[in-house]
């Protein structure tokens, strides 16, 4: 059965075995937070530097709140909307957003629930996220998020997906990938083996969350990218400006977030 069909399967208990992770939800807002800082910072600086070209002298101190420019996003593997958001939590009103997951059956939760006026979901894998962009915005984002999904992407074609998000985000954006990496770190790859027979696993079984799609998951954080080999993938896309930071409590060392800046 293919991936997507098994994401299907697990989509109605999705975020219930979420909200049974401590903290899965606060690292997602971290996150977010995280992106939609540093969005704000670069898109205030170019609306001052404008001001200042225009009026001939200093740029305008930039103010927060509903004067602050309006941003597009990505939400790349947006699954049930917990992204999306969490996103919506950290930009308020206002924001433009495109989801974008593989999975009919976590887009159907994603849509079934209640969202304001610019947040949309479209069907796609990331792979096809040129051909997406042409239909869904009129040019590049401002910033693109991504939660959990280069694992899932397969390892040949991670360097081609990571220089199509840089792609589609202007230059001077940002971009966020968070996801577990504990490849080399063989105390955070013991832990996180523990937590997933010993927690998830059980967890699935007892909430009929399709267990199949959880040991899927124990395997392809085992062999998704270090820290290192995403780094590597972002500077060869491109990137710059690239900095990690990890999740508290048990995902310690195992759950990460990069941030990294296209050039502009």
Sequence with gaps: MELAEQFDRAADRYDLLTRLNPGYHRALRDAAT??????????????????????????????DGPAAPALTLWDLGCGSGLSTEALLQATGPGVR?????????????????DW?????FVHAVAQDLPEVADRELAGPADGAFAAYLMRNVPEHQRDAVVRAIGDQVRPGGWVALQDYHVKGDRVASAVWTLVCWGVVM??????????TIYRYLWRSVLDNDSTAELTGRLTRAGFTDVSWSTAGGWQRGILHTVLARRPG
């Design 34 to 63: 995280g992106l939609v800082a540093r969005l704000r910072g670069t898109v205030r600086a170019a609306a001052g530097a404008r001001g200042a070209e225009d009026e001939g002298g200093p740029a305008a101190t930039p103010v």
């Design 97 to 113: 957003i495109v989801g974008l997951d593989a999975s009919e059956g976590m887009l159907a939760q994603a849509r079934g629930k």
């Design 116 to 120: 304001p006026p610019g947040v949309s």
């Design 202 to 211: 059980p967890l699935a079984v007892a909430v009929r969350g399709n267990p």
